[in-house]
Each structure stands twice: as C-alpha cells, then as structure tokens.
C-alpha cells in the first residue's frame, strides 16, 4: 500500500505546502499550543491565589494546534473540581475528604464507572444517603448521580451533557467548558495499554510513563447504551491523550487537520455529529501505533490519509471504535442507526474512490482551491488566497487577542475577589503572586509577569487612597507598588498613577504622565481590550497584525490599552465626578445583572476617554483653558469616532459631567441620554440626569 506511484507523492508534496500555506505547520502549531498553555497557566495561578479549590485544563484541537482559521475549532476547558476524592483503591481514601469509591461491574459500560459515596471519618462505605442527588443500588451501595452537575458552579453557559458550551466574542473561540471530577491514579481499564505495543512502537515507554502519572477524571456522563445512564460517570484520560497529541510530527497533525476536513465537508456537512473529531483523532492514533514511524512523511501524507480513511470505514462496518487508552470503551456504541452506518459507510468508500477529486472540492481555509493551484488544475482565472505570511500574522493576531483578553479576565476576577477583603489578605495575595515570579516555571513566570503589573497597580492605588483620606498624600509605600506596575500595558496604570496625583492636588506630575500616555498611545498601533462586556473584538490594523506576527506576548505592554478599573477601596484615587459609578445599579437594575456582573459595582472606564477626562479635569485645575478645551475636544472626538469603545456609556457620562462643568446643561442631558440608548439598566446616567434637572430647578 504504501509503495506510492509518482503522482501520489507528488499530491502528498503538494498537500504538505497546502497544509504549511494555511497555517498547519510546525511554528503556529507550537504558537497555538503556548498561548494556550499560557492562558491555562493564568488561570491556574488566580484560582491558586484566589482560594478556588480547582484546577483548569485546556485540552482539545485550540490546545494541541491541530486546527485553521476555517474550521475554526472550539476552545475545550475542562474543569477539575478538588473537592471530591474519586479512589480505585482504599489506600487512596483521605481524612475528611468527600471520597467515592470508583466501581466497575458487570451494570457498567466499559470506560464508564458509578461512584460509591464513602464515609469522611474512616474507609468504609456510607450507609445512608445524604440528598436527592444519591441513590441506592440493589447492593445497598450509595451512589451518586451525574445529574449533580447541574448544581455545582460553572462559567455560564449552555448545558450539553457534561459541558457547559459557552458563546465566545464574536472572532473569538466559543467556549466548551466540561466539569470533571478527580482521581490521582491511573485507571485500572487502562492498565493494559502501558503493556501494549504496536508496530511503529508508539507511543514510547516514556510517554506512557508520564501519561500514567496524570491519572484520570470522571466525567458526569452516561453511555448511549447504558441501563442507568443517570448514575454512569464517562473515565476520561484528556490529559495522556493531550501528551500524546503533543508528541505527533507535523505529517501526524496535518493528516488529523485533513481528516477534521474531510468530516466536516462530507460526512457531517450539515453540523450533524454522526462522526465525531474525538473519533478522527481515535482513529488517526491507532493508526500511527500499528504502521511503522518512518511512513508518516511529507511526501506519504496522501497515502496515509487513505490509510486512516480505510481505518475509519472498517469501525464503522464493525459498529466498533476502541477509545485508544481505555480499548473497552467502544466510541460508536449506540452512537448511530443502521441506515445512518449505512451512509455513512457508502460515504467513506466514496471518499477512499475519489480521494483526489474529494481533496480539490473542499472549501475549508480555500485547501482545494489552492491544491487546484498547487497541481496546475485550475480553471483560467485570477485566484486571491490570503498569503502564508497573512495567514502567520491573522493567527498570531487571533492568539494574542486571545492572550490579552485572558489577562483581562484574571485581572477582573482578582479584583472581585479583593474588593471586599483587607488589606493583609491583599498582601498576601499579592506576596504569593511574587513567589511564582520567582519559583514558578518559566511558563509560569511569564504568566505572572503578563497579570501581576495590573494587580500591583491595584493595590497600590488601594494603599494611595488610604493614605489619601488620612493625610492628602501617596505614602511611598504605595508608589512603589503603582511603580511596580506601570508597565502592564501602554496606558491603564499610568492612568491609575496620575488620577493618583490629580487626587492629591499635584497637578503638574499628573499633567507630565498624562502627556506621555498620550504620545505613547499615538506611537503604536494600539488596540482596546476588555472583558467586562462580551463584544466583537476590536478592529486591528495591518499594522498591528504585523506586530504580533514579529513579537511575542511582550508586545502587550506596547500595544494594548485595557481599560482602567477602580474597586470601591481605592474611591478616594478618582475624580468626584467618576465615583458615581460604583453606585449605577438600583435595586431594579440589581435582578437584571449576570452573575459576571460584579464589576458594575466598580468605576470602569475605557483607557483614552479617561486619559483626556483627566487632562480636562487637571487643565481646569492649572488654569490652562485652552488646553482643558482641547482635551474635551479630543474626548467628543474619541466618544464620536472611536468604534472599539467598551465602556461608551461610561464615557458619555463623564463628558455630560464636563458639559456640566462648562454650565452647558443641554448638551449634558444629551450626552446622558446616549449613556442609556448604550446601556438602559446598571447605567448612572440616570442619576446624573435627576442631579441636572433638580440642579436647574434650584437656579430657577
């Protein structure tokens, strides 16, 4: 089979360059792969400091970097709660723990388990049950129920089983977020497949090692075919499979890419999942165990798609996909009717036929267009493909809008867990975020290095205006922290830093910062981020996209301008004016805010409106009127034209706020009435108008 005619490695040589052309090559594999892994990190690092009793994982195709703009692959997180102990052996049980028993009988489908409650204060079982979400087997063992799920805490989001699928921002990954429960050995139905070897010896003995010391999860599933599919709990090994897609060569990932392709054009073309990408990717592993190494090459890619095509056909004969770790575990059971397998079986056959003629018609990411190309088979004619150096900065732009809004979650997830905790809880939150800097992995101390300037700048700002109330000054402790972290990004905490010295009176540093902001803001192709709201991301230049395709994720403190956010402990750091926004939410407004929404009780205001806010504010203060008019031009002008604007009702209230101060009582009540055509509820606009309207009426 695998002795190719010429033309066949001619195709797989052209294919490969395809695959290189649209981003399926081993630079953006590796850029994907560590932008997630850094946004993992993050994660990790805030729950760790914010006393959250789980751990994240981002596994799937945006982790392993076996995906394209065109198929445009969900975001997969799986989220292992740490407050269970799931045992395969009593030596696992632990003192106080919630500990269930893993059981895998003859009731049970293989790969799946039902969890058997056992006692906190010794290693026996439990024999009474606790809640509605426990039932007793015809053994007496107490067993839980996967529906459970449904009442512990998630990101918000649609329920699809285990997962929680969450809508991202427009351009933006969408979110599959699976709630998942703990165990630290490796499960028992796997044991075989450390023993286990094939043809090509992959995966290596040292790969197995590793992926047997990550243990397992169970997941709150049930089997298709299983009689007690409310008590079955799915065994999941994400985090092996992920080490082994971490150890494919780039022929391995561009034939899971082609195989994902081929899925999505032919045999699930109208979103159905008859055949899923866990089963491609099943098969694909199988596939590279039982061949020898040196056939997954560039110039064999077309030969070993046939191979794993060939492969997919006869588990869909057989009604029988063996999960690639836990070979019990059958992925088609009950997955398909007859007629379905029918199809989809005269399908594949189609496919394996017409290999070549299938390849050219595919649409996804132009790959048959540009294989037409490619082979000198296209029809005359003038064809416009993004180049590969477009497609290198699209994705890197992808990735790094990605990155910075992850550190804009952190940030935001910090500070409300700050913002009603002292002062000694802070520092110490802010003490073990310096230990990571300082012996965490490189990984890790880049992660803290991207999030700690924002929380440093944060609590500097909570020090400055503590200090403030007691004596009118920055005590120096609190420079050094808003120091520390003036660098987060090109603007936020220098304008944190000079709402500081506005705060105290010391016009002429605050006026020194403001200006440089401002010229370094015009320097660089900058873009807004914030994750306050979900909106369509920013527009990006060319040249910013050329900036993130030449830099790493250092370039944030250059070109990216977050907004700035002030928890109610550092009130005493902003004008009089801004504080009204920690106040926008009436009882009314409180039952139509998301659960996410605990940044509304915070002033919150995007980075350029605030800059010139500031200037006119200060420009008042030292008497300079034809910049302060400047400065409020400039705001009309950012308010009218800036389209990336997050917080746009935030800035249509402070500019009524300077109409106000201009005496210009019209023009501010129209500036509060676009505030609430942006936002009609959780708005303080309203506040500001009752405070305009009782102002005329005390004049009159």
């Given at each position: 089979?695998?002795?190719?005619?010429?033309?066949?490695?001619?195709?797989?040589?052209?294919?490969?360059?395809?695959?290189?052309?649209?981003?399926?090559?081993?630079?953006?594999?590796?850029?994907?792969?560590?932008?997630?892994?850094?946004?993992?990190?993050?994660?990790?690092?805030?729950?760790?400091l914010?006393?959250?009793?789980?751990?994240?994982?981002?596994?799937?195709?945006?982790?392993?970097?076996?995906?394209?703009?065109?198929?445009?692959?969900?975001?997969?997180?799986?989220?292992?709660?740490?407050?269970?102990?799931?045992?395969?052996?009593?030596?696992?049980?632990?003192?106080?723990?919630?500990?269930?028993?893993m059981?895998?009988d003859?009731?049970?489908?293989?790969?799946?388990?039902?969890?058997?409650l056992?006692?906190?204060?010794e290693?026996?079982p439990?024999?009474?049950?606790?809640?509605g979400?426990?039932?007793?087997?015809?053994?007496?063992?107490?067993?839980?129920?996967?529906?459970?799920?449904?009442?512990?805490?998630?990101?918000?989001?649609?329920?699809?089983?285990?997962?929680?699928?969450?809508?991202?921002?427009?351009?933006?990954?969408?979110?599959?977020?699976?709630?998942?429960?703990?165990?630290?050995?490796?499960?028992?139905?796997?044991?075989?497949?450390?023993?286990?070897?094939?043809?090509?010896?992959?995966?290596?003995?040292?790969?197995?090692?590793?992926?047997?010391?990550?243990?397992?999860?169970?997941?709150a599933?049930?089997?298709?075919?299983?009689?007690?599919?409310?008590?079955?709990?799915?065994?999941?090994?994400?985090?092996?499979?992920?080490?082994?897609?971490?150890?494919?060569?780039?022929?391995?990932?561009?034939?899971?890419?082609?195989?994902?392709?081929?899925?999505?054009?032919?045999?699930?073309?109208?979103?159905?999942?008859?055949?899923?990408?866990?089963?491609?990717?099943?098969?694909?592993?199988?596939?590279?165990?039982?061949?020898?190494?040196?056939?997954?090459?560039?110039?064999?890619?077309?030969s070993c798609?046939?191979?794993?095509?060939?492969?997919l056909?006869s588990?869909?004969?057989?009604?029988?996909?063996?999960?690639?770790?836990?070979?019990?575990n059958?992925?088609?059971?009950?997955?398909?009717?007859?007629?379905?397998?029918?199809?989809?079986?005269?399908?594949?056959?189609?496919?394996?036929?017409?290999?070549?003629?299938?390849?050219?018609?595919?649409?996804?990411?132009?790959?048959?267009?540009?294989?037409?190309?490619?082979?000198?088979?296209?029809p005359?004619?003038?064809?416009?493909?993004?180049?590969?150096?477009?497609?290198?900065?699209?994705?890197?732009?992808?990735?790094?809008?990605?990155?910075?809004?992850?550190?804009?979650?952190?940030?935001?997830?910090?500070?409300?867990?700050?913002?009603?905790?002292?002062?000694?809880t802070?520092?110490?939150?802010?003490?073990?975020?310096?230990?990571?800097?300082?012996?965490?992995?490189?990984?890790?101390?880049?992660?803290?290095?991207?999030?700690?300037?924002?929380?440093?700048?944060?609590?500097?700002?909570?020090?400055?205006?503590?200090?403030?109330?007691?004596?009118?000054?920055?005590?120096?402790?609190?420079?050094?922290?808003?120091?520390?972290?003036?660098?987060s990004?090109?603007?936020?905490?220098?304008?944190?830093?000079?709402?500081?010295?506005?705060?105290?009176?010391?016009?002429?540093?605050?006026e020194?910062?403001?200006?440089?902001?401002?010229?370094?803001?015009?320097?660089?192709?900058?873009?807004?981020?914030?994750?306050?709201w979900?909106?369509?991301?920013?527009?990006?230049?060319?040249?910013?996209?050329r900036?993130?395709?030449?830099?790493?994720?250092?370039?944030?403190?250059?070109?990216?301008a977050?907004?700035?956010k002030?928890?109610?402990?550092?009130?005493?750091?902003?004008?009089?004016?801004?504080?009204?926004?920690?106040?926008?939410?009436?009882?009314?407004?409180?039952?139509?805010?998301?659960q996410?929404?605990?940044?509304?009780d915070?002033?919150?205001?995007?980075?350029?409106?605030?800059?010139?806010?500031?200037?006119?504010?200060?420009?008042?203060?030292?008497?300079?009127?034809?910049?302060?008019?400047q400065?409020?031009?400039?705001?009309?002008?950012?308010?009218?034209?800036?389209?990336?604007?997050?917080?746009?009702?935030?800035?249509?209230n402070?500019?009524?706020q300077?109409?106000?101060?201009?005496?210009?009582?019209?023009?501010?009540?129209?500036?509060?009435?676009?505030?609430?055509?942006?936002?009609?509820?959780?708005?303080?606009?309203?506040?500001?108008?009752?405070?305009?309207?009782?102002?005329?009426?005390?004049?009159?």
């Amino acid at each position: 089979m695998f002795q190719e005619p010429d033309y066949r490695e001619h195709l797989s040589l052209m294919l490969s360059e395809v695959l290189d052309d649209i981003g399926v090559n081993e630079r953006l594999v590796m850029r994907r792969r560590r932008e997630n892994m850094l946004g993992e990190t993050m994660c990790n690092i805030e729950y760790r400091l914010t006393d959250k009793n789980g751990t994240v994982y981002n596994s799937g195709s945006q982790s392993e970097g076996t995906t394209t703009i065109g198929l445009n692959s969900d975001m997969d997180l799986l989220y292992c709660i740490h407050d269970y102990n799931i045992i395969q052996d009593w030596s696992e049980w632990e003192h106080g723990k919630e500990n269930y028993l893993m059981i895998q009988d003859e009731n049970t489908t293989p790969g799946y388990c039902f969890l058997q409650l056992l006692r906190a204060d010794e290693p026996l079982p439990l024999t009474v049950i606790p809640d509605g979400n426990y039932i007793t087997d015809r053994r007496g063992r107490i067993l839980l129920k996967n529906t459970i799920i449904n009442d512990l805490p998630v990101a918000a989001g649609q329920q699809h089983g285990p997962s929680i699928a969450t809508q991202g921002q427009p351009g933006v990954s969408d979110v599959d977020n699976v709630l998942a429960l703990p165990c630290k050995s490796w499960p028992q139905s796997a044991s075989g497949w450390l023993d286990r070897q094939g043809i090509g010896r992959w995966p290596t003995q040292e790969m197995k090692r590793h992926a047997a010391s990550t243990g397992c999860f169970v997941v709150a599933t049930g089997s298709r075919v299983s009689e007690y599919p409310e008590l079955e709990w799915r065994i999941s090994t994400s985090v092996a499979e992920r080490c082994l897609m971490f150890n494919l060569n780039i022929t391995q990932i561009r034939c899971y890419v082609l195989l994902k392709m081929i899925l999505k054009s032919f045999l699930n073309p109208q979103g159905e999942i008859n055949i899923s990408s866990f089963m491609c990717k099943t098969v694909l592993l199988h596939c590279i165990e039982n061949t020898e190494s040196r056939i997954w090459k560039e110039n064999n890619l077309f030969s070993c798609l046939t191979y794993c095509l060939l492969q997919l056909h006869s588990f869909v004969q057989s009604d029988c996909c063996s999960h690639f770790i836990i070979s019990e575990n059958n992925l088609m059971a009950g997955q398909f009717t007859a007629d379905t397998k029918h199809e989809l079986s005269k399908n594949i056959c189609e496919l394996i036929q017409n290999d070549r003629h299938q390849l050219l018609s595919i649409d996804i990411d132009d790959l048959g267009h540009r294989l037409q190309v490619k082979l000198n088979m296209a029809p005359n004619g003038v064809y416009y493909f993004l180049s590969s150096l477009q497609i290198y900065e699209l994705v890197l732009t992808m990735q790094y809008m990605n990155s910075a809004l992850e550190i804009s979650r952190r940030h935001k997830k910090y500070l409300g867990y700050l913002h009603n905790k002292n002062i000694r809880t802070i520092n110490q939150c802010v003490g073990k975020l310096i230990t990571f800097a300082h012996n965490g992995n490189r990984l890790e101390q880049t992660a803290v290095k991207l999030v700690a300037p924002f929380l440093f700048t944060t609590y500097g700002s909570i020090l400055a205006s503590s200090s403030i109330v007691e004596n009118n000054q920055v005590s120096p402790e609190s420079l050094v922290w808003l120091s520390a972290g003036l660098n987060s990004d090109i603007s936020s905490s220098r304008l944190k830093l000079a709402a500081v010295f506005y705060s105290t009176g010391d016009m002429e540093k605050a006026e020194q910062i403001l200006r440089h902001t401002e010229q370094q803001y015009y320097s660089y192709p900058v873009v807004s981020i914030c994750s306050c709201w979900c909106t369509p991301p920013p527009a990006q230049t060319a040249e910013f996209k050329r900036v993130c395709g030449e830099q790493s994720e250092d370039c944030i403190k250059h070109i990216t301008a977050f907004c700035v956010k002030f928890i109610q402990k550092e009130i005493n750091c902003i004008p009089h004016e801004l504080q009204y926004e920690m106040f926008r939410s009436t009882q009314d407004d409180m039952i139509h805010r998301h659960q996410f929404d605990y940044w509304m009780d915070w002033a919150v205001v995007d980075s350029l409106p605030f800059l010139y806010y500031l200037q006119y504010k200060i420009y008042s203060r030292l008497q300079r009127y034809q910049d302060q008019q400047q400065a409020l031009s400039k705001l009309i002008r950012t308010i009218v034209n800036d389209e990336n604007l997050r917080h746009r009702e935030t800035a249509l209230n402070i500019l009524g706020q300077c109409m106000e101060q201009e005496h210009r009582p019209q023009q501010a009540l129209n500036c509060y009435l676009l505030s609430l055509q942006q936002r009609a509820r959780n708005n303080v606009a309203n506040i500001h108008i009752c405070k305009l309207f009782s102002s005329i009426l005390n004049r009159q």
